[in-house]
């Protein structure tokens, strides 16, 4: 059977999901984009992953708009007028969202909700109203857990409508993270959305007060907890599969001196040839309304240099087999850990980027989540592997210590069981002392949630039941989640009590 075939005669698969599909399949088989024979040795050996992005790149992987300039100016290709209520506000959104593309074809950020909607919420009623409606037209038609939005860092009434009724619809979609910081987020609203957060997966905690910093300007968390300019985005994301790579060498210094800058330099190569491709050769930047317009500008983008697998990496170059005793559990596992990233983050600053002067011209170093092909032997990003999670403090203690250099998003996610609910003061102070320690994001949900956070994207058990079941799913991620949760385990985190055990 042909792989068109297989794709139209899937019966898990909705309409739409099969005309993505179909795309995707177009441009993993294209050629358009040349590659060097090693970088194709890489892919071939899974050293190197170019998650999906193909060959004919015709439009930057993350793209995050300028809503407040939405919201001021309005769009002229789209016809669309400065919105003068919430209606017309929300009516605009929904429009312009359908037309901002990104690897998956949704839109991969919708705004920050507390700041856009602030000025139009007059009436409590009618914003409730019309907040519902609207987190039901996004969980029905942009049907893709990467769909993230902002709330924070200050709160207002908007924000906990938005919390209120999260809780209540139990939505996979959209993600949403709470810029969070301890000088200007209260305490009140840390609080309002750790109950959430236990109860439906979300908000995740993002360490606004160091992102804010390293972007020096204004940045937004998108898909699973990428952090990029705001009017900008990220071209592009292949990644190293350092586990793999890890099997080149003989020893460690090898590694450190020699095999993992001969695979950094081919996905440099690869960045930059992807970039040049996106910048010169398609027709992105030169007339989509979204450039022409400038809800983003070129100078902003910039390329990222994805990471998973560091722990199994780092057990096999020390010869430690048993995951209970290997990283997150073993001090030399761990030390090893911080100097492979600080030799990547070495060779990412040396590298000249292509097109991105808004980022010093320096790609940036992205922990990314997993995909449901990985397995066992590449854990998402930076983190210990799953089932072997050592106590709640520790585990805590180690994160922080790999999180310094990806200023493009790192994270970890933290299963709880049901007593952390008479306990939400306990996780704020777990939070707080998590951030001031160097954490980036944090993210929790209970283990009895339906809606449940796999790698950085949210999902529901009772959709992947019926994938299980051979039927269809609205949500893209459930077939992601599905995957993950049977050949990666994803799912099977150990579980807190209230003592952090």
Known sequence: MSKVSEIISNPTLTYAQQVLALARLAESEDDTLKLDDEFKLALKEHTICDLGEG???????????????????????LELDPPKDLLEAVNNLLIFYKHVPSITSFPVYLGNFTTMFEKFDV??????????LFLKHIDKTLTDSFVHANIGPKDNRVTRIILDLTEEMQLAIPNISLLYDENETSDELALACIKCMLATSKPSFANHAMYKKEHEGPYAIVSCYNALKVGGGGYTLPRLR???I??????????????????????????????????E???FFKSNFLATEGFVKRENFTGM????????????????????KGFGNNEEANALG?????????????????????????????????????????????????????????????????????????????????????SKGAVLDIIKGAFNSGMRYFTAYNADNDVVRVTGYLVKK????????????????????????????????????ESGS
């Open 338 to 422: 911080e100097r492979i990233l600080d030799k990547i983050n070495e060779l990412v600053h040396a590298h000249h980027g292509v097109y991105c002067e808004g980022c010093n011209n320096m790609y940036v170093m992205h922990a990314q989540v997993g995909i449901d092909t990985d397995g066992m032997e590449d854990s998402p990003g930076a983190r210990i592997p799953v089932g072997f999670e050592p106590e709640l403090y520790k585990h805590i203690q180690v994160e922080t210590k790999m999180h310094k250099h990806f200023v493009s998003g790192i994270g970890d996610i933290f299963k709880f069981d049901d007593t952390w609910n008479n």
């Open 242 to 244: 350092l586990y793999e």
């Open 55 to 77: 060959n004919a790149p015709y439009r930057p992987r993350y793209i995050v708009p300028d809503y407040d300039l939405f919201m001021e100016k309005g769009c002229k290709f």
């Open 281 to 283: 050769e398609s027709s």
């Open 462 to 497: 009772s959709e992947i039941e019926k994938l299980n079941n051979n039927k269809t799913s609205l949500n893209n991620c459930s077939a992601f989640g599905q995957g993950a949760a049977r050949d990666s385990h994803a799912l099977d985190r150990r579980v807190y009590n």
């Open 123 to 132: 009436d409590e009623a009618e914003t409730r109203k019309v907040m519902r």
């Open 305 to 324: 240099v994805g990471v998973v697998g560091l722990a199994e990496c780092c057990n096999h170059l020390l010869g430690i087999d048993d995951k209970a």
């Open 246 to 279: 890890s099997l080149k060498a003989a020893n460690v210094d090898q590694f450190m001196n020699e095999v993992l800058p001969h695979y950094c330099e081919l996905i440099f190569r690869n960045i930059d040839a992807r970039i040049r491709y996106i910048v």
